[in-house]
């Protein structure tokens, strides 16, 4: 991408110098254009496991108040008696993602296909209930995990079916201690990346998350940080471990 815009860049100076347009307002293009691409902080605060009734509706609150947007990774079978909810994700303007149908390992990671159909199925879910057909998934419990290690095969199967993993680089572990104390949980969402993917729950259990959202956007409000959501455009983010000889 930028070396597209580099080429873009320099197609247009090269153009523009032949016209004999005053070099000051060359200049003055490409270092606006560079200030972009140095200081730009770029956060994208993520939540697994919802909806998650009034936790999920407390995050939405916050994230208005505050004028952000966030990525909410859906469990299927949750959204089948929640589908005003997950609505009203979409109407605020949050991105939405896949997180299975069931979020049970014992399906998920019994074969590839399951894992596929699980996320397919969710899929149409999201579609049926907001008219949005997304792209992104998120593994249950990450994609290397105790009973499952992400390889190049599934990779090519997932990316064929038109999907794409986005794990996350800064986790909270408000997935594995729900009940920590917000502040803790705040801290450790807390990061000084220049691109932050944060990994929050929204699911029943993380009350403790939504007090916390406040404290976690002010960080990163104060650090001059860009709030994004993740697309099909976005760089992909996963890992695969190389197995041991
Ligand atoms: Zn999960």
Same mark, same amino acid.
């Given at each position: 991408?930028?070396?597209?815009?580099?080429?873009?860049? *320099?197609?247009?100076?090269?153009? @523009? &110098? &032949? $016209? &004999?347009?005053? *070099?000051?307002?060359?200049?003055?293009?490409?270092?606006?254009?560079?200030?972009?691409?140095?200081?730009?902080?770029?956060?994208?605060? *993520? @939540? !697994?496991?919802?909806?998650?009734?009034?936790?999920?509706? %407390? +995050?939405?609150?916050? /994230?208005?108040?505050? =004028?952000?947007?966030?990525?909410?990774? /859906?469990? =299927?079978?949750?959204?089948?008696?929640?589908? !005003?909810?997950?609505?009203?994700?979409?109407?605020?303007?949050?991105?939405?993602?896949?997180? %299975?149908?069931?979020?049970?390992?014992?399906?998920?990671?019994?074969?590839?296909?399951?894992?596929?159909?699980?996320?397919? !199925?969710?899929?149409?879910?999201?579609? !049926?209930?907001?008219?949005? #057909?997304?792209?992104?998934?998120?593994?249950?419990?990450?994609?290397?995990?105790?009973?499952? #290690?992400?390889?190049?095969? +599934?990779?090519?199967?997932?990316?064929?079916?038109?999907?794409?993993? $986005?794990?996350?680089?800064?986790?909270?572990?408000?997935? +594995?201690?729900? %009940?920590?104390?917000?502040?803790?949980?705040?801290?450790?969402?807390?990061?000084?990346?220049?691109?932050?993917?944060?990994?929050?729950?929204?699911?029943?259990?993380? #009350?403790?998350?939504?007090?916390?959202?406040?404290?976690?956007?002010?960080?990163?409000?104060?650090? =001059?940080?860009?709030?994004?959501?993740?697309?099909?455009?976005?760089?992909?983010?996963?890992?695969?471990?190389?197995? #041991?000889?």
């Amino acid at each position: 991408m930028k070396k597209t815009l580099f080429i873009i860049f *320099t197609c247009v100076f090269f153009m @523009f &110098s &032949s $016209f &004999s347009v005053p *070099t000051q307002a060359i200049e003055g293009k490409k270092d606006a254009s560079k200030e972009v691409a140095h200081d730009q902080k770029v956060v994208y605060i *993520t @939540f !697994d496991d919802g909806p998650g009734g009034k936790v999920t509706e %407390s +995050m939405l609150k916050t /994230l208005k108040e505050n =004028g952000v947007h966030a990525t909410f990774f /859906l469990i =299927g079978s949750q959204i089948e008696y929640q589908k !005003d909810l997950v609505k009203k994700i979409v109407d605020d303007g949050n991105a939405v993602g896949l997180h %299975s149908y069931t979020h049970l390992r014992k399906n998920l990671y019994g074969s590839n296909a399951n894992f596929l159909k699980e996320m397919v !199925d969710c899929q149409n879910i999201i579609y !049926d209930t907001t008219g949005v #057909k997304t792209n992104i998934l998120r593994f249950p419990f990450g994609c290397n995990n105790s009973f499952y #290690k992400l390889n190049n095969d +599934m990779i090519d199967k997932i990316h064929n079916s038109g999907l794409k993993v $986005f794990e996350w680089n800064v986790d909270s572990t408000d997935g +594995m201690y729900p %009940s920590m104390p917000a502040s803790k949980i705040a801290k450790r969402a807390q990061s000084k990346k220049d691109t932050a993917v944060v990994l929050m729950h929204s699911g029943f259990v993380n #009350k403790n998350s939504a007090e916390a959202l406040p404290i976690v956007i002010k960080y990163y409000k104060d650090n =001059g940080y860009t709030f994004k959501t993740l697309n099909e455009d976005t760089q992909e983010l996963y890992r695969i471990i190389k197995k #041991k000889r």
